[in-house]
């Protein structure tokens, strides 16, 4: 599975910003995808994820109502639609997937994994910067 994000980069605050994740090599359909971002001088941070099978979404609270997490199955690929950024939101993002970890098979289960140690395939980032 390869991943290639794009989408990323500057913006005033309150502005917007979608970020795309395109997916090739097999279809994700009970795959869990998710974004991550890491601001510099600090670890990677789940932000948002999907649950491809139920479609289910989960965000973290620093992003919740304003970053909508969505995916294209035909398309085979994954956003982010971001708003009312912040200064805060600055980092590299990073799309994540996997079709299982710790025995739970997302095609089964509806969650998804919180941390980055859940997810298989990683994505290169793409740099948001949000100017104050």
């Known amino acids: 599975v390869q991943l290639q994000a794009s989408g990323g980069g500057l913006v005033q605050a309150g502005g917007s910003l979608r970020l795309s994740c395109s997916a090739s090599?097999?279809?994700?359909?009970?795959?869990?995808m998710g974004w991550f971002r890491q601001a510099p001088g600090k670890e990677r941070e789940f932000v948002a994820a999907?649950?491809?099978?139920?479609?289910?979404?989960y965000y973290a609270d620093s992003v919740k109502g304003r970053f909508i997490i969505s995916s294209d199955n035909a398309k085979n690929t994954l956003f982010l639609q971001m708003n009312r950024l912040e200064p805060e939101d600055t980092a590299v993002y990073c799309c994540?997937?996997?079709?299982?970890?710790?025995?739970?098979?997302?095609?089964?289960?509806?969650?998804?994994?919180?941390?980055?140690?859940?997810?298989?395939?990683w994505g290169q980032g793409t740099q948001v910067t949000v100017s104050s």
């Open positions: 994540a997937a996997t079709p299982s970890s710790s025995g739970t098979y997302y095609g089964d289960y509806n969650t998804v994994p919180f941390g980055t140690r859940g997810y298989d395939y």
């Open positions: 999907i649950n491809r099978r139920s479609s289910n979404t």
């Open positions: 090599g097999r279809t994700l359909d009970s795959y869990a």
